[in-house]
């Protein structure tokens, strides 16, 4: 190996070594700026206004990650702890959700009672009826009379449901020995007083109770002229 050869190599380590050097150096900094930021965390940001006593759900909210020393002691990182819960004041788009923004939302308003009654598992909305959710409840009622026709009926509309239980096997009466036992599911809800009293009597005295799971921010009044129905009296 004459001397030039002998330069080039020198000169190729000595390039090697400054490019390890510099990526060292690189790591150096990237190391430090972990080390003064930290591990990044969930946390969740508002999509738009939101007004005061509004109920809040999961689409209002994006995901987003920052580091956990910048996020403040009250930061919501799982939008699991916003079910049931309303705003408290204006919420602008763009801030950070917090829990001291939420609370729980009212459970009854005056004038509100708290009514459970079982509801048909195989009629009613199964798996889809959560607290929180507004339904509308049918009751189908044989006809009077001898001769008069069945009849479908709408007895409350948007339902607020405030507690949903457990799967219960319900024994049929001593004198309807005919039907085989049921499931069925206790349903908590805030109802009016006239309310409370339709639903009750539906429980008792119709056929079948149904519940029809109104989405959320849908129009759940029905007409009056709307609320019976009649086989033959469809056209």
Request: hydrophobic share 40%; glycine share 8%.
């Amino acid at each position: 190996m004459n001397s030039r050869q002998r330069r080039g190599v020198i000169l190729l380590l000595l390039s090697v070594l400054c490019a390890l050097g510099a990526f060292a150096g690189v790591l150096s900094v990237i190391n430090d700026v972990k080390s003064k930021v930290g591990p990044e965390v969930t946390a969740y940001r508002l999509k738009s206004d939101i007004a005061p006593y509004t109920a809040l759900g999961t689409d209002q909210f994006e995901k987003i990650s920052m580091p956990d020393r910048w996020l403040s002691e009250n930061a919501v990182t799982d939008l699991g702890d916003i079910r049931g819960k309303i705003a408290v004041t204006t919420l602008r788009e763009g801030s950070l959700l917090q829990s001291d923004m939420v609370v729980d939302q009212p459970e009854l308003r005056p004038g509100q009672q708290e009514v459970a009654i079982m509801i048909d598992a195989a009629t009613g909305v199964a798996g889809k009826i959560t607290p929180g959710a507004a339904v509308n409840v049918y009751a189908t009622f044989e006809g009077e009379r001898e001769g008069a026709a069945d009849q479908s009926r709408i007895i409350v509309t948007n339902a607020k449901v405030l507690d949903v239980g457990r799967l219960t096997a319900l024994q049929p009466e001593e004198n309807d020995r005919g039907r085989q036992p049921t499931d069925a599911v206790p349903i908590t809800f805030a109802l009016s007083a006239i309310d409370a009293q339709r639903i009750t009597y539906a429980e008792s005295f119709a056929q079948r109770v149904r519940l029809a799971l109104v989405a959320p921010g849908g129009d759940a009044d029905v007409p009056e002229q709307d609320r019976t129905y009649e086989l033959a009296k469809d056209k």
